[in-house]
């Protein structure tokens, strides 16, 4: 009975033994990963396939539909106008209308131009950069609610509160700040009822418009311009004449058109991204760049046409738009055709429109735009990407958006920097009553197999920036275990480490080189090296470099299964 036990017990064991061998194998015997080249070619076979399928599927259709297919692809207003219902189409038109009467007599309120490097915005710097744009640009509006004629073009704090300090030590009318600020007060309350009793939200959303209406009628009746009170005045009416007949492709300047047009264009692109991101991210929607593109090179090519120039995103009018309880895209169109026909036959009507309460309609739309919340929160989470946040914030405020963007990006920078040259690398454990290997710092109930050190990395990539920090480390800590106690004892006898790679995304040649010298450094002082659970890129590359074979071929599925092979030794 004995005797069979035994032997029942060694088939157990042979039978263990074999899946594990086969389990290996796995690993070790998978296909080749595809190289760069055939990610990029099926890349391109997969958009040449659903274009084919997509115009095959239309091929039978009546050539309405396939115009009609195409021109959703393009404008996708076609698309989701299908859905759009008539209380959103309320709340557009009067986010329109509130849009169409800043941008008529408004010259221009687009302050910013955002620079390069806008699509590495991290969530944090596009906290600290609207904030710091809210208030750069409610600064700016001083000159409009205070009257003042000689302004600085400087967006940073420091010129314009001397450009306000000046102002207001030289002969100026009260009358324009008493004005702005009482509409301004009007449009806040009328905001604050409109959220406070859901039945008066069209208060909140007319509000800037009748403020316009009543401040221009309440300066042309009482006369105000008269005492001091800056108006628009003349506003030029009618539409842009045609300038196609000016293009000339033979000028010897046409090279140096196409540079500055190229620079016009990437910053045309990046001020509309990341004043659409920041409200992407306040509104939870998701912003498609490729749209954005097309959007802005229709729009420049059109606009190219009939004497515009170069058209990006306004920060000030997209607050104001948002404040105003816009839905959709309908409310620029709103906005345009309420443009275009106060151009043709109501400009008359603007002459008299104060610039204090243009000024206080953008101020009543940016308090909601500094999330000090958000802020507190990103503390909390991250401390570096709180540092993020601030660079934007104070970039903005102290110098301008383009370095405060800069000095957002160059911390993200380094943040990414940072984790990549000093991977985290954690020490693992098996957690009692389970199958489960964990960090033993964060689950202190974790115990250490005796002879064995677990290593996982916390690194996606293993390469030149980070592989002699993680040798160095693993052979530290190997070390460590093996150092004496206090009688001269040795606390452990580490036979095998095992290198936990889940994590590791890719590895290039420096990381394998690395590797190798790992498996001579811990050779040379008995101990062997086992891998677990490689990734596909990482475990061919591996193969590849003779690796596999230099470590003996212990490679593992899983944690278990490695630690198992330490009783060959």
């Known amino acids: 009975m004995a005797s069979s036990a035994v032997e029942t017990c060694k088939l157990e064991d042979m039978q263990v033994d074999i899946e594990k061998n086969v389990r290996s194998q796995w690993v070790l015997n998978a296909p080749e990963p595809p190289s760069p080249w055939e990610v990029v070619l099926d890349s391109v076979k997969k958009a040449f396939s659903q274009c084919r399928e997509k115009f095959s599927s239309l091929r039978d259709q009546p050539c309405t539909t396939l115009v009609l297919s195409i021109l959703q692809g393009i404008f996708p207003i076609l698309s989701w106008g299908r859905n759009y219902t008539a209380a959103k189409f309320r709340k557009d038109f009067l986010a329109g209308l509130t849009i169409a009467s800043l941008c008529i007599p408004q010259t221009s309120f687009g302050l910013f131009r955002l620079g390069f490097l806008v699509d590495f915005l991290s969530h944090a710097a596009i906290v600290g950069f609207v904030g710091g744009a809210a208030i750069v640009i409610g600064l ?30 030289n002969p100026w009318n009260p009358r324009n700040f008493i004005l702005g600020c009482s509409f301004l007060v009007f449009i806040l309350a009328s905001r604050f009822l409109g959220k406070k009793k859901k039945k008066l939200f069209w208060l909140a959303s007319i509000s800037p418009l009748v403020s316009v209406i009543l401040s221009t009628l309440f300066v042309f009746l009482t006369r105000a311009d008269k005492n001091g009170v800056k108006i628009v005045k003349h506003v030029k009416g009618g539409l842009n004449p045609i300038s196609i007949h000016q293009l000339d492709f033979n000028n010897p300047y046409v090279g140096e058109v196409a540079k500055i047009g190229l620079v016009i264009a990437v910053v045309a692109l990046t001020e509309s991204v990341a004043v659409g991101r920041s409200f992407a991210s306040i509104k939870g929607y998701q912003l498609d760049g490729n749209k954005e593109m097309m959007s802005i090179g229709f729009t420049n090519i ?3 046409l009939t004497s515009c120039y170069v058209a990006t995103g306004s920060f000030s009018r997209t607050a104001v738009n948002y404040a105003a309880g816009c839905e959709s895209l309908i409310s620029n169109i709103v906005m345009a055709v309420t443009v275009l026909i106060s151009l043709l036959f109501l400009t008359k009507l603007l002459y008299y429109t104060p610039t204090a309460i243009l000024a206080s309609v953008i101020l009543s ?5 500094i999330d000090f919340p958000e802020a507190f929160k990103i503390w909390k989470v991250d401390k570096l990407d709180f540092l993020a946040t601030a660079g934007a914030f104070f970039g903005v405020l102290f110098a301008s958006v383009e370095i405060g963007l800069l000095v957002a990006v160059v911390i993200s920078f380094s ?5 990549s040259i000093r991977p985290g ?3 693992l454990g098996k ?12 689950y202190p109930m974790a115990v250490k197999i005796p002879g064995v050190m677990i290593i996982r990395l916390k690194s996606a ?13 693993i052979m530290k800590w190997v070390t460590q275990e093996e150092s004496e106690d206090d009688k001269g004892n040795s606390r452990s006898t580490t036979q095998l480490v095992i290198l936990d790679t889940s994590n590791l995304v890719n590895i290039d040649t420096s990381g394998i080189a690395s590797l190798e010298e790992l498996q001579k450094s811990l050779s040379s002082h008995g101990k062997q090296l086992a891998i677990v659970n490689p990734r596909w890129q990482v475990i061919h590359k591996l193969k590849v470099s003779n690796f596999v074979n230099k470590i003996g071929g212990r490679v593992f599925l899983t944690v278990e299964e490695a630690v198992g092979c330490k009783s060959e030794f």
């Open 140 to 169: 700016q509006q001083l000159k409009g609610l205070l009257g003042i004629t000689h302004f600085t073009t400087k967006t940073d704090i420091i010129s314009v509160i001397k450009a306000v300090w000046v102002a207001i030590h």
């Open 302 to 304: 059109i606009g190219s």
């Open 365 to 369: 739309a940016l308090p909601g735009l």
């Open 415 to 419: 943040k990414i920097i940072l984790i």
């Open 425 to 427: 690398t954690e020490t």
């Open 431 to 442: 957690l009692p009553g389970t199958d489960l290997f964990c960090d033993v710092y964060q």
């Open 461 to 473: 990539l293993l390469c030149f920036a980070n592989a002699n920090f993680v040798r160095e480390r």
